[in-house]
C-alpha cells in the first residue's frame, strides 16, 4: 500500500501558496497586535488609531448602530460589512510608515477615520 504522506505534503503546500497569493494570513502568532475600533453614534472611536510599522495587525470593527456599516479603505484595500451589534476581523499585513484612512461606504456622510503607521 503507497503512502499518502506525498499527497497530504502536495496538498498543504497547494493550500499555503493559495494563501499567499490571496493575501490570506496562513498562520497567526499570538503575540500580534490586536485593535479595537468602534462604529457608534455616526462615527468611528477612536477617529485616529496608531499602530507600528512591519507588523501585521488585527483590527476588530465592532458596530454598534442600529444599521449596517461597510468599513472601508482603498489605501488598505479592505472592503467588510459589518452587520449590526456585530464584530469583523479584518487582517492587516506589515504597513509601511505613513497615513491610512478608512470611512464607512453604506453612510459616505460619516468622517472617516484615521489610521497611522509609525
Known amino acids: ?17 493559495l494563501a499567499i497569493v490571496l493575501g490570506c494570513p496562513v498562520g497567526v502568532a499570538a503575540d500580534d497586535s490586536i485593535k479595537e475600533l468602534q462604529f457608534r453614534d455616526g462615527h468611528f472611536e477612536p477617529s485616529t488609531l496608531t499602530i507600528s ?17 461597510e468599513f472601508e479603505s482603498f489605501e488598505l484595500n479592505r472592503e467588510r460589512v459589518v452587520p449590526p451589534g456585530q464584530v469583523i476581523t479584518v487582517f492587516l499585513p506589515a504597513l ?10 453604506f453612510h459616505r456622510d460619516v468622517p472617516q477615520g484615521t489610521l497611522i503607521v509609525k
Open 96 to 105: 509601511s510608515p505613513g497615513t491610512y484612512h478608512f470611512f464607512d461606504d
Open 1 to 17: 500500500m503507497r503512502s499518502k504522506a506525498p499527497l497530504l505534503t502536495l496538498f498543504l503546500a497547494s493550500i499555503s501558496a
Open 53 to 69: 510599522a512591519n507588523a501585521p495587525v488585527k483590527l476588530r470593527v465592532k458596530n454598534t448602530a442600529a444599521n449596517p456599516i
